[in-house]
């Protein structure tokens, strides 16, 4: 699985958007981006995942540049629900393969 | 809708003593995946199972072992046990037949081991 950069750790105002980056230079054709938090303690919790097209969902919206070297996770609004780890990861799409954790982002929502 | 199922929550156990930690995957569910992660870190793959035989193994210690059952619950026991085994231990479920878009790769809360 291609290895992935993020940043250590962000901050977010609660009600703004928070953007959270990734590089993923090394990602090849039949791998897809995916994306899970972890709120403290708690079993990692699935967000959102695309190949190359942008997604969209109700917890988030997944945007992935042409050239698939990196991505952007976007939460539109966020709340102090939201603070936790969040993981940008590799992986071929197939429902067997493991998950490889990084290290991750923690983003923290201020009031 | 059910969940991953994981037991127990807490467990503490002595220097040297085994645990068994259990999964119960969603249903329709065939591959069980588990995970460990330790104080301050990030959780790291142990093993695998698809349709009860080991599909893929990672950084598990040859003190612990697993095996899937026929019912797809999984199992992950620990002998000899060490204070450095104290940690978080995930276990994750997904189908080879996914409903959706997403694949249904879900986690369980987990169990705390800490070994004193």
């Known amino acids: 699985d291609a290895k992935t950069t993020q940043p250590t750790s962000m901050d977010c105002a609660e009600g703004r958007a928070a953007n959270l980056p990734c590089n993923h230079s090394?990602?090849?054709?039949?791998?897809?981006v995916y994306w899970y938090r972890q709120i403290h303690s708690q079993g990692p919790q699935y967000i959102i995942h695309g190949l190359k097209n942008n997604e969209t969902n109700e917890m988030a919206s997944l945007i992935i540049t042409e050239d698939r070297k990196s991505s952007t996770l976007i939460l539109p609004h966020a709340t102090l629900r939201d603070t936790a780890v969040y993981y940008c990861i590799v992986r071929v799409g197939g429902n067997t393969d493991k998950l490889i954790f990084g290290t991750g982002t923690r983003l923290q929502v201020f009031p | 809708a059910a969940g991953v199922i994981q037991s127990p929550r807490h467990l503490i156990k002595e220097k040297r003593e085994t645990a068994t930690l259990k999964c119960y995957p969603i249903?329709?569910?065939?591959?069980v995946y588990w995970y460990q992660q330790g104080p301050g870190q990030d959780p790291q793959f142990l093993i695998s199972f698809y349709e009860k035989m080991q599909s893929d193994k990672g950084s598990i210690p040859d003190r612990f072992s697993a095996q899937q059952f026929s019912d797809y619950h999984s199992e992950l026991n620990m002998s000899s046990l060490e204070l450095g085994d104290s940690a978080l231990y995930f276990c994750?479920?997904?189908?080879?037949?996914?409903?959706?878009?997403?694949?249904?790769?879900?986690f369980g809360s987990g169990t705390r081991l800490t070994v004193v």
């Open positions: 994750a479920s997904s189908s080879t037949h996914p409903q959706g878009t997403h694949e249904g790769y879900t």
């Open positions: 249903p329709r569910h065939d591959t």
């Open positions: 090394t990602i090849s054709g039949n791998e897809y």
